[in-house]
């Protein structure tokens, strides 16, 4: 179990960690209808999205510095959490449905590893 100190910033982590990969999604999905369009679209939102959870990874992974257990677990769904922002766009021939489907899993995965972060 974690000190209540170092809980905070975990929790931080765990819930900007969620909400940037929603929001990563949403701009995939404009990124996916302007390229249908015929817009170029602009997929520099993936680098957006990782700078503004860098510093709280930053703080989390430095409060469990001094329980290697937890900050592997923690490790574990930051990588997770990098792989889903790095697999936001749709595959070649993948239909919409299959990755709307995609895309929901990965939240819903990241999701129970987060929530179980915050029981730390």
Known sequence: M????SSIPVTEYCEESKKQLFLAGINARIAIEEWKSGKKPDFSFTK????????KYELAHSSLAENESNLHRLKDAHAFWLSSIDDLLPRSDEPGSAYEARLSERQFQFSVLANRLTLL
């Open 2 to 5: 974690s000190s209540p100190d």
């Open 48 to 55: 957006e999205h990782k700078g503004n959870l860098a510093g």
